[in-house]
C-alpha cells in the first residue's frame, strides 16, 4: 500500500513536500477543523427549540416537524463511515472543503424554505455535507499532528464535540427568543464560511491509495444499518416500540448489520471496516466508553429540560443557559485530560472521569427536589461534566490509534458514529425509563382531580402544568403533584445511569486499553511540551 503522508500547510495555503507543520500552522489547522466541527454540531439539536415555530410556519403536523429535525442526524450517521473512507481515498482536504460548500448552502436553503418539503430537503442535503465534514475535522488532526502535540489537539476537538451541542442550543434558544426560527441558520452557515476560508488556507491535504477496492456492498450495508437502527430509537418512544415501522426498522437494521460483519470478516484488510479489530482492547473499550457517554449526557438532557421548563417554569433560553457550567467544565477537563493521561495512563484516566460521571448522576438522584430548585442538581451536572471530559479525550485517542495512519478517516468516523448512536439511546431509554417512572407517581397523587384533568397530567410533567387553570380548587394540588412525580422519575431514570456508570467503570478497570505511562524523562518533555502551547 502506497501512502501521500500529510503534506504542511504552507504560510500561503499551499501544501508542499517536506518539513513538519511549524506552531503557528498546526494552531491554524486545529482552529479550522474545530469552527467546521462545532457548524455541524451547532445543526444537531438547533432546531429543536423551534418545533413550535415550525409547526406554525409550515401548518406541519408534528410527525412531519420530527422528520425536519431527525431527517439531519439520521443522514449524518449514514453516511459518516462511508465518506470518511472515501476522504481517506480522495483527499482529506477535498473532502472537507466539499462538504463545506455543500453544507453552507444546505443550510442557506433551509433559512430561506418555503415549505416543509424544501425544508426537509435541506436538512438532508446538510446531513450529507456534515457526513463529508465530521470524520475529516478528526482524521486532520490524527494524520498532521505530531505524536506529542496529537493529544491536547484531540481534547480540543472533543470538548468543542462534546460541550459544542450546549453551546449550539443555547445560541439557538436566543435567536428564536429574540428574532426568528430562521435565524438559527446563521451560526452553522457562518461558522462553515470561516472554516472554509481557513481550511483553503491552512489545512494540508492528505490521501492514502490502498491496493483493493473500495468496499461499496459494506458502505451500503453500514448505512442501511444505522439508517435502520437509529429509526427505531427514534420512533419507537413516539410510535411505540410494537408499532410495524418500527419492528420493520429494527428487523431491516438487525439483518443488515449481520450481513455487514459477515461480510467484512470475509473481507479481511480490504474490508471498509475490519470489525477483527475490535479484539483491540483500545478500540473496543474507547467505543464502548463514548456510547455509554453520549448516551448518558443524551439521556440528561432530556430530564433536565423539563425539570427546567415545567417544574421550574423557565424560558427556553434559561433553561439552556443553566447547562453552561456543565459545558464548561466537560470542555475544560477535555484539554487537560492529556495530561492527566501522560501522567496516570489512559486506562486509568478513563477510569477517574467514568466514576465522576456515575458520581454525578448519583448526586442529582439524591438530592433533586423540586423545592431545592436548580442549586439541587447544580453539583451533580459539574460532575458529569468534569467526569465525561476526563474520559472523552482518551477514549477518542484509544479508536484513532487503534487503526492505521491510512485509515484515519474511518477511525474517525466510527468514534461519530458511536456518538450517535449512543445519543439515540440515551434519549430513548431512559427517557422511555422517566415516562414510566413519572406516570407510575402520579397515578397515587390524582385523588379528587377531575378524571379529563387526571388523564392529560398523566401524559407528562408539561400536560400537567398546562392542565392546572382548569381544574379549580385543585389546580395547587395537581401542580405539586406532578413536580414531584417528575422528581421521582429523574430519580429513576438517573439511579439507572448510576447502574450503567458502575457496568462502564469495571469494564474499563477490567478490559480497557492498557496505561502506557512513559518514563520520567520522556513524561517531564511532555508536560513542557503541553504547559507550553
Known amino acids: 500500500m502506497s501512502t501521500n503522508q500529510p503534506a504542511p500547510a504552507a504560510a500561503d495555503g499551499a501544501d508542499h513536500a517536506g518539513g513538519a507543520p511549524d506552531a ?36 406541519a403536523s408534528q410527525a412531519t416537524v420530527l422528520w425536519i429535525i431527525n431527517i439531519y442526524t439520521l443522514t449524518l450517521a449514514a453516511l459518516l463511515l462511508p465518506l470518511g473512507a472515501i476522504g481517506d481515498r480522495l483527499g482529506r482536504k477535498p473532502m472537507l472543503i466539499t462538504g463545506l460548500v455543500v453544507f453552507g448552502v444546505a443550510g442557506a436553503t433551509a433559512g430561506l424554505a418555503p415549505s416543509a418539503d424544501v425544508m426537509i430537503g435541506a436538512r438532508l442535503l446538510s446531513g450529507i455535507g456534515a ?26 476537538w472533543t470538548g468543542v464535540a462534546g460541550g459544542g451541542g450546549i453551546l449550539g442550543m443555547f445560541l439557538s434558544a436566543a435567536l428564536v427568543d429574540v428574532a426568528s426560527w430562521r435565524y438559527l441558520f446563521i451560526l452553522p452557515v457562518a461558522l462553515a464560511v470561516v472554516a472554509l476560508a481557513m481550511a483553503v488556507r491552512s489545512v494540508p491535504n492528505s490521501s492514502e491509495h490502498p491496493d483493493h477496492p473500495f468496499d461499496t456492498v459494506g458502505a451500503l450495508a453500514s448505512a442501511v444499518t444505522v439508517v435502520g437502527l437509529i429509526f427505531v430509537l427514534q420512533e419507537g418512544p413516539e410510535h411505540g416500540w410494537s408499532a410495524p415501522a418500527t419492528l420493520t426498522g429494527l428487523a431491516v437494521g438487525l ?32 467505543s464502548i466508553t463514548l456510547l455509554t457517554l453520549f448516551g448518558v449526557q443524551a439521556g440528561i438532557f432530556v430530564v433536565l429540560f423539563p425539570f427546567f421548563q415545567a417544574v421550574l417554569g423557565w424560558s427556553g433560553l434559561l433553561s439552556t443557559l443553566a447547562l453552561m457550567p456543565m459545558a464548561a467544565a466537560m470542555m475544560t477537563t477535555s484539554g487537560l485530560a492529556p495530561a492527566l493521561a501522560a501522567r496516570i495512563g489512559s486506562r486509568s484516566t478513563m477510569a477517574t472521569g467514568i466514576a465522576l460521571a456515575g458520581a454525578g448522576l448519583a448526586l442529582m438522584a439524591l438530592i433533586v427536589s423540586a423545592d431545592g430548585g436548580y442549586l439541587s442538581i447544580l453539583p451533580g451536572m459539574l460532575a458529569m461534566g468534569i467526569g465525561m471530559g476526563l474520559s472523552m479525550t482518551p477514549s477518542t485517542e484509544a479508536i484513532t490509534g487503534s487503526l492505521p495512519r491510512e485509515r484515519q478517516g474511518v477511525a474517525s468516523a466510527l468514534n461519530d458514529v458511536t456518538r450517535e448512536f449512543g445519543t439515540a439511546l440515551g434519549v430513548a431509554l431512559l427517557g422511555a425509563l422517566l415516562s414510566s417512572g413519572y406516570r407510575s407517581a402520579i397515578d397515587g397523587r390524582l385523588d379528587g382531580v377531575p378524571r379529563d384533568a387526571a388523564d392529560t397530567a398523566r401524559a407528562g410533567v408539561a400536560n400537567a402544568v398546562e392542565a392546572v387553570g382548569g381544574t379549580g380548587p385543585h389546580a395547587r394540588e395537581l401542580a405539586q403533584a406532578a413536580r414531584e412525580s417528575f422528581v421521582d422519575g429523574w430519580q429513576q431514570a438517573m439511579w439507572a445511569g448510576v447502574v450503567v ?8 478497570l477490567a478490559r480497557g486499553p492498557k496505561d502506557t505511562v512513559p518514563a520520567a524523562g520522556t513524561r517531564a518533555e511532555a508536560a513542557e511540551a503541553l504547559s507550553s502551547r
Not at 484488510?269 to 483500545?282: H, I, M, P, S, Y
Open 24 to 59: 503557528r500552522q498546526l494552531r491554524a489547522v486545529l482552529i479550522a477543523v474545530c469552527v467546521a466541527l462545532m457548524a455541524v454540531i451547532a445543526s444537531v439539536s438547533g432546531l429543536n427549540v423551534a418545533q413550535p415555530d415550525l409547526a406554525v410556519e409550515f401548518g
Open 131 to 156: 457526513a463529508m465534514i465530521m470524520p475529516i475535522t478528526l482524521a486532520v488532526i490524527t494524520s498532521t499532528f505530531p505524536e506529542e502535540e496529537r493529544g491536547k489537539a484531540i481534547g480540543v
Open 255 to 286: 439483518l443488515a448489520g449481520v450481513f455487514f460483519v459477515v461480510r467484512e470478516l470475509r473481507r479481511g484488510d480490504a474490508a471498509l471496516l475490519d470489525v477483527r479489530l475490535f479484539r483491540d482492547r483500545g478500540l473496543a473499550g474507547g
Open 501 to 508: 456508570m458502575g457496568g462502564l467503570l469495571l469494564y474499563i
